[in-house]
């Protein structure tokens, strides 16, 4: 009926109308919102999870990437459990152990990191980058791609998802502001660049290399546009011989794309990297980590002198404040060391890349039998399905894309218990087993059948 997903939505429905009342719009983040009403969850295990009505779905969202090895993994539940046991409390307020044990795994997994320091979410992660680089250049604007999302706030909320008619010219892209609230400032502060058009951005980062503090991206765009090679090799070269510190923005392919993340899968060490998701195993996380020299802008006066010491002593670089009540939590870190030890037993990684591929072949081979253009588009772990043959380089390809058949494949999924936000990528996770992946191609094949047939 009308203003339902599905006759079997009827409590999802009433939940969203009761939220409504006191949440505005019945969401607690824009995300959350699906029309005609968003699917309330109770209970979830595994690759599944289940809404109030008591409908099963496979999970393809994840909690956008999070939950690396689905819900409730025994593993990492019990060292939640354990450390909650064993400290007597969730914080402490102070320094502590796991704080130390995690920055050395990380340090361990990605090149470009030498030193960390935590946050709450990968917006706090990006944000602490994007000071921290203004700090240690000395200089005011940032550079940042066309459609590359870090976050929901400020500077970072320009031109994620921009109307085209606002957009300027694909070579010299205009920044448009994603929200209400965001300061004119912002707009006039950063350089809008297209993504995998090397010519263009050396054009651009020369132009303003007087100005510009730092370049964030996402190395691999929504986490399933990979950068082509010789892109990042340009983007890595042109930084550093233009004194712009470079900002890997992995919180999407951290873990996700290896161990090491995209740097990892590159080879190349940024200046700067966000973490998150995955990271916190479940719980709200961020992390920055990176070079020593740029890091220890973040640290204390107390250690100026460290930073100093045979440093180029030039006044550029001054110091970061940086704080949060709940950085650095001990149950989020406990979380997050169980999940990425899981990660590391000998061939998960590989099992996990192996099955996404598998599910992106049969679901293409699925589209194709039905005789529609279809392409998986991904890097490791996660993927999109794009309806159209032409090449995916950037944002501005996206608008090949048949959106409309798509978003009608979707739901007709979400009725036939496949979940993924309508239009969202699919993740991964490494508890999905070959029934998942079969039940997700029967279910395709059925959503397109009826899609066809209407
Ligand atoms: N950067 C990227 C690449 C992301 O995918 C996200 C979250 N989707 C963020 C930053 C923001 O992270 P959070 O939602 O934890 O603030």
Redesign the pocket.
Known sequence: SKGLISENTKMSAELFEKAGKVIPGGVTAH?KHIAPHPLVMEKAKGSKIYDVDGNEYIDYLLS??ALIHGHGHEHVQQAVMNQMETDGTTIFGTPHKLEITMAEKLIDLYPGIDMVRYTN??????LLAISTAMAYTGKTKLAKFEG?????YDQ?LLSVNPDLEQAGGEEAPQAVPESSGIPEYYVENTIMLPFNDLESVERLLRKHANEISGLIM?PVQ??FIPAEKEFMDGIRKLTEELGIVLIF?????GFRVGLGGAQEMYGIEPDLT?L??VLGGGF???AIGGKREFMMTTAVDDSRDILTAGADNTNKKQSVFHSGTYNGHPTVLAAGLATINVLEQTGTMDDLFTKTRKLREKLEAVYQKHGLTMQTVGASSIFNIILTDERILNYRDMEHHDANLRKEIDYELLKLGIYTKPMNRYSMSTVHSDEDIEQTVTAHGEAIRRVLNK
Do not use: F, N, Q, R
Request: glycine share 28%; charged share 20%.
């Open positions: 995300i956008y990437g979410s990968g917006l706090e992660a990006t590359h999302y870090h976050g929901g970072v996402e929504g986490g923005d992995e919180v999407k392919t966000a998150g998701k709200p996380v961020g």
